[in-house]
């Protein structure tokens, strides 16, 4: 998914990390998706990764890891707009308790990647864990042109460099509504990892370019965090919240955002994946399966 060429340092720091986790280790399973709810972020997290194969089926002792959260703004989290700082953490410690070697926490951001890297909440979480990293590529020159082969309104467009210095991608977008795509889930999310927003933007069918995306990044697994879900003026809100305690997980990009939008109702109307263009033209490419009544389903609350 990803080739290795050794480690492009973009500094950031390093900093003592703070205690792990210490509470309830949940058996692993082998179910397509999870639908977790529970009190504790932590240990909702844990327990929807273990439910589809625990991290160690994805991550091994050296990798490195690519985990791409949402922080396009440096909003709070009631706010809901941008990735729980507690479910990056628990991902990011449980990465490094399967051994990897360093996580590195990389997004293209909306907003100044200055006051992100500085004020964000999920910043300064980052900077309290040893070998984890903050990285903001926000210089074109950190980006490759990328053929895009089975592209149908985009066949190329501008990828971070910085895939190729991992051997794991860990999608982590928060769920949420958008004004330009119905909602911004993991496909969405992507296009943090490309230069080529705006482009994408004004092409004819934005829709189709994040399909087109989503057949050249590949995540190993997809964790959405449901924990809060901005349901209306997204992407940056402020708009509705919902507190829906919850984390998603699965291997297949596209089921996992086909079911996370039947989580809640979005603008106050009760939607479903086939509502959603991009997430329909991701299917219809073949890149994952939008019908998730055939999937093996893990639903429970911890």
């Not at 998706?33 to 327990?47: N, P």
Request: with cysteine; hydrophobic share 45%.
């Amino acid at each position: 998914m990803i080739s290795r060429r050794g480690f492009i340092k973009s500094g950031a720091v390093t900093f003592v990390s703070g205690p792990f986790f210490t509470g309830l280790v949940y058996a692993e399973g082998k179910a397509d998706l999870a639908e977790i709810k529970g009190g504790s972020i932590e240990a909702t997290v844990r327990a929807a990764v273990a439910a589809v194969g625990g991290i160690g089926a994805f991550v091994k002792k050296g990798d490195q890891v690519i985990v791409k959260p949402n922080l396009s703004f440096a909003s709070s989290p009631d706010r809901a707009a941008t990735t729980n700082p507690e479910v990056l953490q628990a991902v990011i410690k449980l990465c490094l308790e399967a051994g990897a070697k360093k996580v590195l926490v990389v997004d293209h951001p909306l907003q100044d990647a200055e006051v992100i890297g500085t004020r964000a909440d999920v910043a300064q979480m980052v900077k309290q864990i040893k070998n984890a990293f903050l990285i903001l590529p926000t210089a074109e020159s950190l980006y490759e042109e990328t053929p895009i082969p089975r592209g149908k309104e985009m066949k190329s467009t501008k990828m971070a460099r910085i895939l190729k210095e991992a051997e794991v991608l860990i999608n982590l977008p928060v769920a949420k509504s958008h004004s330009a795509t119905g909602v911004s889930l993991g496909l969405k999310g992507n296009m943090g990892l490309n230069w080529d927003r705006k482009r994408m933007h004004e092409s004819s069918d934005l829709n189709q370019t994040i399909a087109d995306l989503g057949t050249i990044v590949k995540p190993n697994l997809t964790i959405v965090d449901a924990i809060r879900a901005l349901t209306t003026r997204g992407p940056q809100g402020p708009g509705k919240v919902a507190n829906l305690n919850t984390i998603l997980a699965g291997k297949d990009p596209v089921a996992v955002d086909a079911y996370a939008v039947s989580l809640t109702p979005w603008y106050n109307q009760k939607l479903t994946a086939k509502n959603v263009a991009h997430i329909v033209k991701a299917a219809e490419m073949g890149i994952g399966e939008i019908d998730t009544s055939k999937l093996d389903i893990v639903r429970k609350t911890v």
